[in-house]
């Protein structure tokens, strides 16, 4: 429905405000200059908050960038930051009191303003080696953006077989609605949690890896090939969207339960 079709038809009674405010939504974004284009309302159309790549960015529009969004929203996501803007990025946002939280070996941050309730589902976060730790810390907080309470343990790849049980127990003890596993090199972690959980899992391929099916190939095309069913796969080193992925279901269980 077009705006004035929208407004019509709640003029006359035929869509409630909830529903107009609704495909009202659709419509909300916010320009900043020539710059960039903030779909400020899709964490409340998709429960996904704001992402900024910054890889490609310079400092200064990524500052202009999140200072609009966070003037609308209370959460957005900075992933890919440069070397050099990181330090510069943090300090801009004390100036501006804005609460930053950091990931362990991370290029991303996750800026908001009030603080975080962990009122969503529960995610468990798993990597096969101390390497796949970044790419899963970026995974972590765009889940925490979403509410979501995560469970993360490390190091627990099929090198050390043995060390993977005692996590996947407690993950089942504690819950969890959604298991990410990141992992490089072959990538074989993710279908051996798969086998071995009835919880939907996201495979998280990282670039880990060297020689024949370096940079996180090989590890892919495992994940991809994976005969366990239930194990669903994102693109090589796709903290961000694994997040997301992962923590719409555990929200979505949320949901489910509390209609009940």
């Not at 995974?139 to 627990?156: G, H, I, P, Q, T």
């Not at 880990?208 to 099916?213: L, T």
């Not at 069913?229 to 269980?253: M, T």
């Amino acid at each position: 429905m077009e705006i004035e079709e929208i407004l019509r038809s709640l003029e006359k009674g035929k869509i409630s405000s909830d529903t107009a405010k609704k495909l009202l939504s659709l419509y909300s974004i916010e320009k900043i200059e020539d710059i960039a284009k903030i779909d400020v309302n899709r964490r409340k159309r998709r429960g996904i908050p704001e992402v900024i790549f910054a890889e490609t960015k310079q400092l200064e529009e990524i500052k202009k960038i999140l200072k609009t969004t966070l003037e609308k929203t209370n959460f957005v996501m900075i992933s890919r930051i440069k070397k050099e803007h990181y330090p510069k990025i943090i300090s801009f946002c004390k100036r501006l009191k804005i609460k930053v939280k950091t990931g362990k070996n991370s290029s991303s941050l996750l800026l908001y303003k009030k603080p975080i309730k962990f009122h969503g589902g529960k995610v468990g976060i798993i990597t096969a080696g101390t390497s796949d730790i970044a790419v899963a810390e970026e995974a972590r907080l765009m889940c925490e953006a979403m509410n979501c309470k995560v469970f993360s343990s490390y190091d627990v790849g099929v090198a050390g077989i043995q060390r993977i049980f005692p996590i996947l127990k407690e993950m089942i003890n504690q819950e969890v609605d959604c298991i990410i596993v990141a992992a490089g090199m072959e990538g074989a972690l993710a279908t051996l949690v798969s086998a071995m959980v009835d919880i939907p899992v996201i495979g998280l391929p990282t670039s880990v890896g060297y020689g024949y099916g370096e940079k996180g190939i090989a590890a892919l095309a495992s994940m991809l090939q994976s005969c366990s069913l239930g194990l669903s796969v994102v693109n090589i080193d796709g903290g961000i969207a694994a997040g997301a992925n992962a923590a719409n279901i555990a929200n979505r269980v949320v949901r489910k339960s509390s209609k009940k």
